[in-house]
């Protein structure tokens, strides 16, 4: 898929936002020692069962453009209930586009959220993609709650460990706004590049 038509993808989601009342926007701002991150997530629910979204990307160094990274995905998922979810994905990353297909599982509490996904991913090649995803937010008190965030993904095919990330965050959350230190670690070809990004962070949930 071309740059252009996610633009206008992620256009279009940003317009629900208008009459929709199950629109979510999460933007998430790293600045590290080595560049820049910016990362965004916008879900829409169409129904009980249905869902849209797009995570977007951008991670900039501050001297050269050598090493940037973009990935924008467009997701379509059904849920079979609370805890299994089919996803189709289409969208761009380092070096062209993408699809996916895949199914996730899902578990929450109140402060506490996990989830496993797997799937095929189509990249000039197929691969077999996993990612997980782990939140936890004890109660501090006086209105404040820790927060522990990790993010890890990795892709594998016939030549071995073709592309991974691994993003940690920790840090404080009073209401919507949560502010901390942040790791982010990319690899790239089985490992034999490697980038590495640390600073502070910033979210804010919409």
Do not use: W
Not at 38 to 43: D, E, L, R, S, V
Request: hydrophobic share 35%.
């Amino acid at each position: 898929m071309s740059k252009k038509k996610a633009l206008l993808v992620l256009f279009y989601l940003t317009v629900l936002s208008i009459s929709g009342q199950e629109l979510n926007f999460s933007p998430d701002v790293v600045l590290g020692d080595r560049s820049i991150t910016y990362k965004h997530i916008i879900k829409y629910s169409i129904g009980p069962k249905l869902s849209v979204d797009n995570l977007t990307l951008f991670d900039t160094e501050y001297e050269e453009d050598t090493n940037n990274i973009y990935f924008v995905r467009n997701s379509f998922s059904y849920q079979f209930n609370k805890k299994i979810t089919l996803n189709t994905a289409i969208g761009v990353k380092n070096p062209g586009a993408f699809c996916t297909v895949s199914l996730g599982f899902s578990s929450k509490t109140t402060n506490f959220s996990f989830a496993y996904t797997a799937g095929s991913t189509y990249q000039k090649g197929f691969s077999f993609e996993q990612s997980v995803i782990f939140s936890y937010t004890p109660d501090l008190g006086h209105g404040l709650k820790g927060y522990i965030n990790l993010l890890a993904t990795a892709n594998i095919n016939a030549d071995g460990y073709t592309r991974g990330l691994q993003q940690f965050k920790i840090g404080i959350r009073k209401k919507r706004l949560i502010t901390g230190l942040a790791l982010n670690l990319d690899q790239f070809n089985n490992a034999r590049k490697k980038l590495q990004n640390m600073g502070m962070f910033l979210k804010y949930n919409l």
